[in-house]
């Protein structure tokens, strides 16, 4: 899957998303989620990290999308 970066740094990654692709899979036989993409972004980039959304868009809404790599960084950008 190709993403849209529009921010990578040692603690956040922050996405493009298009219209019309889940940011978690609803189901096991999903595989094209931004999820699935974000894992495999990191896997090639060599980041032993977790994929944490901080917040969702619905399927249907385009827009910016934040990661945290980190728990750290996922705890401190929630209570944000």
């Known amino acids: 899957m190709a993403l849209d970066v529009v921010h990578e740094d040692a603690d956040v990654l922050v996405l493009n998303k298009p219209p019309f692709v889940l940011v978690h899979p609803t189901s096991p036989e999903q595989k094209e989620t931004l999820s699935h993409g974000v894992a ?3 896997a090639a ?4 990290a977790k994929v944490r959304p901080v917040h969702r868009l619905d399927r249907d809404t385009s827009g910016l999308v ?4 980190s728990a750290v960084a996922h705890q401190r950008l929630d209570r944000q």
């Open 45 to 48: 980039r060599g980041v032993h």
């Open 66 to 69: 934040l990661f945290a790599k």
């Open 40 to 42: 495999q972004h990191f």
